[in-house]
T-cell receptor
């Protein structure tokens, strides 16, 4: 079945540590997105990529980094510069540039907590 | 600026009641798309419906119906005869065709009690 796989489901970060969240899709989608969700809040866009080897900052990119070396993969690194990383992280994908009319497909999310 | 407002933070109903979730949007674009997503307790967002700005026809899918009114910039979602399985957070979203971004509302948590 086609879909988006996020791993791990739960992740714990120590102070000063970088952690990487995985997102893989087999939907042949060009565009991929990372969102952060805090309790009682909507989804806020961290980074997005409309094509391989290219990505743009979203609304809350500080303290995060991404790469898009393969069409299927869009990993998110939460760096030690992100002082409040505890949140639920969702990865999504859709057709790509100029195709915002297409619904985004979402993964099951990764819940990140601070130790 | 593009904006989506879901004024209802949380709604509680008893099973079999009808419930309407409100969504009001702001945009200067003439062409845009509106979406509803459901987020069950498991966490993933499930796509429910998309509506483009040129199609104001209401849509019904089983117990779900959507009312799109451009005159009031609203895209409301009604669940008829609610069930416990409808308990979730529901998000309304607006496409920004200039930036290829999706603008989400803050969501409405629906709790349906047996």
């Amino acid at each position: 079945d086609g879909g988006i796989t996020q791993s791990p489901k739960y992740l714990f970060r120590k102070e000063g540590q970088n952690v990487t969240l995985s997102c893989e899709q087999n939907l042949n989608h060009d565009a991929m997105y990372w969102y952060r969700q805090d309790p009682g809040q909507g989804l806020r866009l961290i980074y997005y990529s409309q094509i391989v080897n290219d990505f743009q900052k979203g609304d809350i990119a500080e303290g995060y980094s991404v790469s898009r070396e393969k069409k299927e993969s869009f990993p998110l690194t939460v760096t030690s510069a992100q002082k409040n990383p505890t949140a639920f992280y969702l990865c999504a994908s859709n057709g790509g540039q100029g195709k915002t009319y297409q619904p985004q497909h979402f993964g099951d999310g990764t819940r990140l907590s601070i130790l | 600026a593009q904006k989506v407002t879901q004024a209802q933070t949380e709604i509680s109903v008893v099973e079999k009641e009808d419930v309407t979730l409100d969504c009001v949007y702001e945009t200067r674009d003439t062409t845009y798309y509106l979406f509803w997503y459901k987020q069950p307790p498991s966490g993933e967002l499930v796509f429910l419906i998309r509506r483009n700005s040129f199609d104001e026809q209401n849509e019904i899918s089983g117990r779900y119906s959507w009312n799109f009114q451009k005159s009031t910039s609203s895209f409301n979602f009604t669940i008829t005869a609610s069930q416990v399985v409808d308990s979730a957070v529901y998000f309304c979203a607006l496409s920004d065709l200039n930036t290829d971004k999706l603008i989400f509302g803050t969501g409405t948590r629906l709790q349906v009690f047996p």
